[in-house]
């Protein structure tokens, strides 16, 4: 069973940065492909970035350029990096550990997701 709890969500002006953390316990955190996605009110929950444990990368259309996803293997920990934020980020930001073999189990982890409100 992997637990996932993320941190540095919060209010920001447009134009602003923030940068979310996710530290990962109870699993072997190399063995799964680390995301993020995210929620707005009304909407669903869609693919930010996601990182392999080789570092491969990838990123929604809509982010591509501003965020920079990025892991610490020793530390046990994915994180996000948002620059140039724009009202439409706002939303909730859940942190995901998807198996990356059938080998290590079928099952998605989730966190329990940090708001992020970008606004003037």
């Known amino acids: 069973q992997v637990q996932l709890v993320e941190s540095g969500g919060g209010l920001v002006q447009p134009g602003g940065s923030l940068r979310l953390s996710c530290v990962a316990s109870g699993g072997i955190f190399s063995r799964y492909i680390m995301g993020w996605y995210r929620q707005a009110p009304g909407k669903e929950r869609e693919l930010v970035a996601t990182i392999g444990n080789g570092g491969t990368t990838r990123y929604a259309t809509s982010v591509k350029g501003r965020f920079t996803i990025s892991r610490d293997n020793t530390k046990n920990t994915v994180y996000l990096q948002m620059n140039n934020l724009e009202p439409a980020d706002t939303a909730v930001y859940f942190c995901?550990?998807?198996?990356?073999?059938?080998?290590?189990?079928?099952?998605?982890?989730w966190g329990q997701g940090t708001q992020v409100t970008v606004s003037s």
């Open positions: 995901n550990a998807k198996p990356s073999s059938p080998f290590y189990g079928r099952t998605d982890y």
